[in-house]
């Protein structure tokens, strides 16, 4: 029984295969000849070369040419053509089928004539020419388009032979009608900025001033007025606005007596892969920021809008593209910097290798000249990185002079800098860069600065000499001492210098932490020990102000002796043996503000300037 059910399943699914094989295939050639038969085109549409299109008023309609993948207008501008409309048209004309078509032959029968369907004088005539480019010759077509139909939206149409008249859907004239602001492109520069190989700007007279900018890899180069570096976001976004720029209308009658080419008050020239595009601009036109322009090798005459911004970049561009950093490096690449200033020796801060399996760098400073030769000193690795940034971001407030004469260089302090930074950088060879500064002005509160060997004169903030001093005490390291985590200070005592009347003091007794033996204080006494506890375990300078360590100190503008003297006991373990205990002394001047008391220790032979948490303990535990 199932095998009879098989078999007749089996014989079913052979049977519907032969007649869709062969009935479906009937159907779709059969479909397929209907829609050949519909076509009012035939290869003649496939591959269009030009469009011409005209009405019957005067000056309406327009021409098309295609050159390569591109449409261009030529009717009545010469300008690129909006690809997406032109692409529109083709493909109506490729694919325009009639609803129905009859002979011309029949109208005198019937008592008609070509007129009775507006093709005796039609209301639009297309012509277009079709063939390979390479084709010595290319075939043309002609369609005369006439009136729409009573019923329906559709209209009548000529076969280019004249033999049969056609009803169509009148999506085909209204792709015709596109009126020209869509028909054109509104593309201006057609130079992206990822292209974008050099820039050139050249104003009008009298000034004239021709500006030129190249890339170079990933920057952007000056090549006139000056070779300097450009500002590589700047340029850029310079470019990006005039890629931005677009027709806003066509000068189609009454045309300037002066086309903006002949008399240009600005030249815009961007140039790319083995092409350049030039825009002319000329006078200003009507509306605020409006102005005539022309495009070089195309006659058309258009309007443009130009933003204020873009227009003053442009005129100013010698000044607004260029990069205002004074320097240009890698702060990574620094091998070492040498610090001078006037009657002061050479002071030169070096970057050390980094410990195995770190990858931080230390500094140290190295101080040549005296009786003792070269010095070194651990440098404060923080303070240099701010001093690398500094540099880096140095900027020109202006750019004071790019020819500076003599007389320029003697009056902005440049025969005698007051601060000359130079920097080492890594490679093969290393190179070194040379960074002046000059005399700062006090009227326009700027200092000037230059790099050594080059002309270029700018005016910078006149901190940078604060920020540069070349005095070791600058960049001494400012960790004083840290004790290790098995260290314990097992004593604390603060006196008064002059007689040593204690303070305060407080010893621990064996096995007594520090918790226990402050229990009994007050709240802010509690606070302040253990403050000064913490603060002596790692102990930091907020600045220094003299090497040495001497009877008395100048503080607050007067030579002081020491106010206090702060003692402590520090026991470090020994392994099996007894610990070793240290001393640790500091002597404190007056608090002479609310964030300056002076310190000073013959250990770390330096005078400086305690940080603020040790400060304000100090003062708790010494006003009554």
Do not use: C
């Not at 410990?355 to 040549?368: D, F, K, L, N």
């Amino acid at each position: 029984m199932r095998s009879k059910v098989t078999l007749v399943l089996l014989f079913l699914n052979v049977a519907l295969f032969f007649f869709i094989f062969y009935f479906e295939r009937d159907w779709k050639i059969e479909h397929a000849s209907q829609e050949a038969r519909r076509r009012v085109f035939g290869p003649e549409a496939a591959n269009i070369r030009t469009l011409d299109v005209a009405g019957t008023t005067p000056g309406s309609g327009f021409s098309l040419e295609r050159r390569g993948e591109s449409w261009f207008i030529t009717r009545p501008v010469e300008w690129p053509a909006n690809n997406a409309a032109v692409s529109r048209i083709t493909n109506e004309l490729q694919f325009l089928g009639d609803t129905t078509s009859f002979s011309t032959r029949d109208l005198e029968k019937n008592g008609q004539k070509l007129a009775d369907y507006g093709l005796e004088q039609p209301k639009m005539t297309l012509t277009f020419t079709s063939g390979d480019e390479s084709s010595p010759s290319l075939k043309t077509t002609i369609l005369r388009i006439g009136d729409t139909t009573k019923v329906g939206d559709h209209l009548y149409i000529l076969s280019p032979d004249g033999e049969k008249i056609h009803v169509v859907d009148r999506s085909l004239v209204d792709s015709l009608s596109t009126p020209f602001e869509q028909l054109r492109s509104d593309v201006i520069f057609s130079i992206q900025v990822f292209e974008a190989r050099s820039l050139n700007l050249q104003t009008a007279a009298p000034s004239s001033v021709r500006v030129r900018l190249d890339r170079d890899a990933s920057r952007w180069l000056f090549r006139t007025p000056v070779n300097a570096r450009a500002g590589k976001n700047a340029t850029e976004l310079a470019i990006n606005a005039l890629d931005a720029l677009r027709v806003k209308s066509f000068v189609l009658q009454n045309p300037p007596a002066t086309a903006p080419e002949t008399a240009p008050l600005l030249r815009v020239t961007l140039e790319g892969n083995n092409r350049l595009e030039t825009l002319f601009v000329g006078a200003a036109s009507g509306s605020d920021n409006d102005y005539l322009a022309q495009l070089d090798g195309r006659r058309a005459i258009f309007i443009v809008n130009i933003p204020p911004s873009l227009m003053a970049t442009l005129r100013n561009a010698a000044d607004e593209l260029r990069d205002r950093h004074v320097l240009d490096f890698d702060p990574s690449s620094v091998t070492s910097i040498a610090l001078s200033a006037l009657n002061q020796p050479e002071l030169e801060l070096q970057r050390l290798e980094p410990a195995a399996g770190s990858h931080e760098t230390g500094w140290q400073i190295v101080r040549r000249g005296g009786a003792q030769g070269s010095q070194t000193l651990a440098a404060d690795a923080a303070a240099v990185q701010r001093l690398l940034e500094q540099l880096e971001t140095l900027s020109a407030l202006r750019f004071q002079s790019d020819a500076p004469t003599n007389a320029d260089i003697e009056d902005w302090g440049f025969n005698r800098p007051e601060r000359e930074i130079a920097l080492t950088l890594a490679g093969t060879p290393a190179t070194q860069v040379t960074l002046q500064i000059g005399l700062p002005t006090k009227r326009e509160n700027v200092a000037y600065a230059r790099i050594a060997g080059l002309p270029s004169v700018y005016a910078v903030e006149p901190d940078i000499l604060r920020e540069t001093s070349a005095s070791p005490l600058a960049w001494r390291e400012r960790l004083l001492s840290a004790l290790p985590a098995a260290a314990r200070i097992t004593s604390v005592t603060l006196a008064n210098a002059a007689d040593n009347t204690v303070i305060y003091s407080r010893k621990l007794a064996d096995g007594e932490t520090w918790d226990g033996a402050l229990a009994t204080e007050t709240a802010p006494r509690r606070e302040a020990i253990t403050t000064i506890l913490a603060q002596l375990r790692n102990l930091r300078a907020a600045s220094f102000v003299q090497d040495g360590f001497p009877d008395k100190v100048f503080a607050a503008g007067e030579v002081r002796s020491w106010k206090y003297r702060l003692d402590a006991t520090v026991s470090l373990p020994g392994g099996a043996g007894p610990p070793q205990v240290n001393m640790m002394t500091l002597w404190l001047a007056e608090r002479t503000g609310g964030a300056e008391q002076l310190a000073g220790s013959k250990e770390f032979g330096a005078v400086f300037a305690i940080e603020q948490p040790l400060l304000d303990a100090l003062f708790a535990l010494t006003q009554p």
